[in-house]
């Protein structure tokens, strides 16, 4: 399974843009990338995913380098409430979803 | 809300005893994931089903096994339990089990074992 590296931790004010990176130099041709936070106490939540090209939803954007080997997770605004573990994953054809640790985002008021 | 429900939301249980935690899916989706989340091990993905039939294995243990009805709801066994499998599990579902698809989460069963 290819493997994400994250840094382990960030800090961004509050309605300021976030840019998270995430370095996948294993990644495979067929590897989606996915992007998932995780609040305290719940469970994760989809964020966004991508396969080439740039995409953008309500929530967030994901700009994937040209080669596909680093990509960067984009909050437009943070809020207090994007304060949460987020995780940067590649999905293998099965779907199954290989967790690392992910980056720890706290949002200053 | 998620759409994926999970029970019971918390067990307490003692070393060497069998439970089951039960999953139903989002309506409509196909494929079911199991993963556990524990402080020193992070969040592991354990084993996947798709339609009723196992469709990935990863690090679970002999003494786990899951299985998919055809309601689709599933259920994750965990016998001679030990202090160290005391985690959150979560159940994920997902359209068709597919590396586009989205997982959807549910709350999570947090297990105790005393």
């Known amino acids: 399974d290819a493997k994400t590296t994250q840094p382990n931790s960030m800090e961004s004010n509050e309605e300021e843009p976030v840019h998270l990176p995430c370095n996948h130099s294993?990644?495979?041709?067929?590897?989606?990338i996915h992007w998932y936070r995780q609040l305290p106490s719940q469970g994760p939540e989809y964020v966004i995913h991508?396969?080439?090209s740039n995409v953008n939803n309500r929530m967030a954007s994901l700009a994937i380098a040209e080669d596909r080997k680093s990509s960067t997770l984009i909050l437009h605004r943070a809020t207090l409430r994007d304060a949460a573990v987020y995780y940067c994953i590649l999905a293998s054809n099965t779907g199954k979803l290989i967790f690392g640790q992910g980056t720890t985002l706290q949002v200053k008021p | 809300d998620s759409g994926v429900t999970q029970t019971p939301k918390h067990l307490i249980t003692a070393t060497g005893q069998r439970v089951t935690l039960r999953c139903s899916p989002r309506s409509g989706d196909l494929s079911v994931y199991w993963y556990q989340q524990s402080l020193d091990q992070g969040l592991q993905f354990l084993i996947q089903?798709?339609?009723?039939?196992?469709?990935a294995k990863g690090n679970i243990l002999e003494r786990f096994s899951a299985q998919q009805f055809p309601d689709l709801h599933s259920e994750l066994n965990l016998s001679s339990l030990e202090l160290g499998d005391s985690a959150l599990y979560f159940c994920a579902s997902s359209a068709f089990g597919g590396s586009a698809d989205t997982q959807y989460f549910g709350p999570g069963t947090r297990l105790t074992v005393l």
């Open positions: 294993t990644i495979s041709g067929t590897d989606y």
């Open positions: 991508g396969l080439t």
């Open positions: 089903y798709y339609n009723g039939e196992e469709r």
